[in-house]
């Protein structure tokens, strides 16, 4: 079995590079106790990938499944175990094992809500127990032709994979019949960005109110863009979230600009406003922020900005972007060895700032399967 510094490393370059899956090999896979794919198509968070357990059974990996064998030399084989063989096949050596997540037995079309609402077009499982759901699937930036180039949100939407807002008792329905499954122990709701002063923080309140009043055992996460009027954040908290995410996904301004041309027009200061706002509100390592790499970025710049962020003591959850087929691809992937040196460094500091975000109570880096940030933490405390 691998150690935690063998995991860690294994785990960045898995979520650098993906794994090559070949389409012709599908039928074969689907044969076995495992059903795999190429995974959601759309959303606000990373897509076209599956979630993978390493063979220590708890540490999470969510991996870019690729078609085209020239976009990384990871690929994969089924054993007898359950679990997949992963190696090089530019040297045919072996990389590690893997075992998928099943998918959960509410995404049959047979599981509906009351009003007739396939359950899986309301809410996702990510990882293995975080129930998501984006509550509105609408942005304001991608409606006036500024939407983040990274952000499939509304493409689900135009794939029909969900519908554009959901109410609080269908996901009350869900979180009842992921439960049964042992599959929901914390909650991620997100949303595109309203136009309205509060940036939907009273969608989320009024949901939030309801699924806490039911549930009030449920960590909630919500995540929201910078807010003008403070106080939305106060409300957010007394509703009953339990963490937030107020996510820049860009530290250089000029990438920023290019990247997210309407989420551009939000002063960096703006951003640090919110963060210590929220960490008095919420607490100590209950408040983070997406930091996307592998755009070319200058890393001594990129870790100015981290530095800063944890000695306000927002947890950053960094991950590399990952290509959207047909919308947006990467220009500079960066490259494992230089993400693990940013992750040692980024866990290295947080730890003499007194952040571990292993005590975070819902959403993502709860989770953890879409950055290395948990194992970069584990690494330097082991």
């Not at 607490?283 to 070319?296: H, S």
């Amino acid at each position: 079995m691998l150690n935690i510094q063998d995991i860690f490393k294994k785990k960045t370059e898995l979520l650098c590079k993906g794994l090559y899956l070949n389409r012709n090999n599908l039928e074969d896979y689907n044969n076995q106790t495992f059903y795999l794919d190429y995974g959601r198509k759309g959303g606000a968070g990373p897509l076209g990938g599956r979630y993978f357990l390493f063979d220590d059974d708890k540490t999470l990996v969510n991996i870019a499944l690729k078609d085209l064998p020239h976009r990384t030399d990871l690929t994969l084989k089924f054993t007898q175990d359950q679990f997949y063989e992963i190696y090089n096949k530019d040297n045919n050596n072996h990389f590690c094992n893997l075992k998928l997540i099943k998918y959960p037995n509410y995404y049959s079309s047979i599981y509906k809500t009351s009003d007739g609402i396939p359950m899986k077009k309301i809410a996702l499982i990510h990882g293995i127990d975080c129930l998501a759901t984006t509550i509105y699937q609408k942005c304001s930036y991608w409606d006036c032709g500024n939407a983040c180039k990274f952000c499939g949100i509304q493409l689900s939407l135009a794939n029909n994979d969900t519908i554009v807002e959901k109410s609080a008792k269908q996901i009350l329905e869900v979180i009842d019949i992921a439960k049964k499954e042992g599959r929901c122990s914390h909650i991620t709701l997100t949303s595109g960005t309203d136009s309205s002063k509060d940036k939907g923080a009273l969608r989320y309140i009024n949901i939030i109110r309801q699924l806490k009043d039911k549930h009030p055992e449920l960590p909630i996460h919500i995540q929201i863009e910078p807010l003008e009027d403070l106080t939305f954040l106060n409300k957010i908290k007394e509703s009953g979230a339990d963490t937030i995410g107020i996510h820049i996904e860009i530290l250089n301004d000029k990438l920023r600009k290019k990247i997210t041309p309407g989420k551009y027009k939000l002063p960096y200061k703006l951003f640090i406003e919110n963060w210590k706002y929220a960490v008095d509100i919420f607490g100590n390592n209950q408040v983070e922020t997406y930091i996307l790499t592998g755009f070319g970025e200058s890393t001594d710049e990129l870790f100015r900005k981290i530095e800063e962020i944890i000695s306000i003591g927002v947890i950053p959850f960094i991950t590399p972007v990952r290509a959207i087929p047909g919308k947006y691809d990467i220009e500079s992937p960066i490259n494992p060895i230089e993400l693990l040196k940013i992750y040692r460094r980024t866990a290295k500091l947080m730890k003499e700032n007194g952040i571990n975000p292993l005590e975070h109570k819902a959403g993502c880096v709860k989770c953890g399967g879409c950055s290395a940030i948990n194992e970069a933490y584990k690494s330097v405390n082991s």
